[in-house]
């Protein structure tokens, strides 16, 4: 079996180094890690040499381990992480690198510091990467559900430019202003939608516990039911023994809305759709140019070339007409015009942002005035939003009282007609 020497640190810094035998060299690796030292440097060791180091010899190799790294990940359940998650988790490596930890021993602490939403099986894989002489932006490159292509250029550009603790800090901190955005359109959503449940749920209580009860009772006083109690019985009736022909309607809509979704042109027209939509529409459009700032800004300060950047920014964007206009910026660009002209005749962009991009190309700072633009597009986003809860609030109450009013004056006109009747009798 092969020999390799080896040059270790313990945790209080000591340097330790032996021989060991092991399959191959990702196998001494891992029983140098079983043995809670940090390698240094791993070769093998030359004939004859002998395995003399205490508490070392050849150990039971796990066959995970023999497999290829890519493999090994797949078998890991995955989850594309949160933006928070992401947020941390780079926050974190940033943190340990800044405090003069080698990459390899920083990334074997980050496999165990709590990193949620970044299983401990990605960093030590990162690290083994690493170890046999990869780049980290390589390594991570082999793990797309976990870092996007923005996330491995900017650390290639880190690495590049050996800036990859301020690269890693910026990025932490696009990620948390990404975060943030949209953790606020979130909780805008959050009040409507409750009110929207619960005058739901009250309305078909009415509906399958009370309204059957008076039913009962104006049959038996044979009284002419006026229109609008009608139309409820009839509601009432198609929701208690039609249910699932409802249910049907539902779920073939929805599949239907999903086929159309996935086609090109259907993508195309609900995305122009939600961009004209009242009130909310402003707001989806303004989230997307801050986003379209932001990672362009990002990306180009990391030093990304510009291509390379309007490529990734083009992935990252959810709308098809951007993503569409962002492609043809880059043929252009490619052509040798500036950045600001296609935005232009996109007629997409705000004539702000192009602009400002403008005069960031003018004076040889377009980051500074993506920047710049992010954060009036990210303060934008947040009156949009207020105004936004502002009109959808009385909105509500208004829906809410129109439903009530409905179902009460559905029920008190039967009972006003049989009092009259009564009455009359008399």
Not at 199 to 213: C, E, N, Q, R, S
Not at 372 to 379: H, K, M, P, R, V
Request: proline share 5%; net charge positive; aromatic share 6%.
């Amino acid at each position: 079996m092969p020999q390799f020497s080896y040059k270790a640190r313990r945790r209080n810094g000591e340097v330790v180094q032996g021989l060991l035998e092991g399959v191959d060299r990702p196998a001494a690796l891992l029983q140098i890690e079983r043995l809670g030292l940090f390698p240094v440097s791993v070769e093998t060791a030359k004939a004859g040499a002998s395995a003399s180091a205490p508490g070392i010899s050849a150990q039971k190799i796990n066959l995970t381990s023999l497999l290829p790294p890519a493999l090994r990940v797949s078998l890991t359940r995955q989850r594309k992480p949160k933006l928070q998650e992401m947020a941390t988790f780079t926050q974190q490596l940033a943190n340990l690198l800044n405090s003069g930890m080698p990459l390899t021993v920083a990334l074997h602490s980050m496999s165990h510091l709590e990193s949620k939403g970044i299983p401990a099986a990605v960093t030590k894989e990162l690290r083994q990467e690493v170890m046999e002489g990869k780049s980290l932006s390589d390594s991570m490159a082999k793990q797309p559900v976990i870092f996007s292509d923005l996330y491995i250029n900017m650390v290639r550009a880190g690495e590049q430019s050996g800036a990859l603790v301020e690269v890693l800090r910026r990025m932490a901190t696009h990620f948390q202003q990404f975060a943030e955005v949209q953790g606020k359109m979130t909780s805008a959503m959050v009040y409507p939608l409750m009110v929207c449940g619960v005058g739901m749920g009250l309305i078909l209580f009415f509906i399958y516990f009370m309204l059957p009860h008076f039913i009962e009772m104006f049959n038996g006083f044979n009284v002419e039911l006026p229109l609008p109690t009608r139309m409820l019985i009839s509601l009432s009736y198609f929701l208690t023994h039609l249910w699932w022909l409802a249910l049907l309607l539902l779920m073939a809509s929805v599949i239907l809305f999903r086929r159309f979704q996935n086609t090109e042109n259907g993508r195309r027209q609900i995305d122009t759709w939600t961009m004209k939509l009242p009130v909310i529409g402003k707001v989806i459009k303004v989230n997307l140019f801050a986003q379209f700032a932001r990672t362009l800004s990002t990306l180009l300060q990391n030093g990304v070339p510009v291509l390379t950047a309007l490529k990734i920014t083009e992935q990252v964007m959810p709308n098809r007409l951007l993503r569409e206009a962002i492609a043809k910026t880059r043929e252009a660009v490619t052509d040798g015009k500036t950045i600001a002209q296609p935005l232009a005749q996109s007629k997409l962009f705000p004539q702000l942002m192009v602009d400002l991009v403008k005069i960031g190309e003018d004076t040889g700072d377009v980051p500074g005035a993506l920047a710049n633009l992010a954060d009036t597009y990210e303060g934008e986003l947040q009156i949009s939003l207020r105004v936004m809860m502002n009109l959808i609030e009385p909105l509500l109450i208004i829906v809410m009282a129109v439903g009530v009013g409905f179902l009460l004056l559905s029920v008190l006109l039967p009972m006003f007609k049989l009092i009259s009747n009564i009455s009359a009798g008399r």
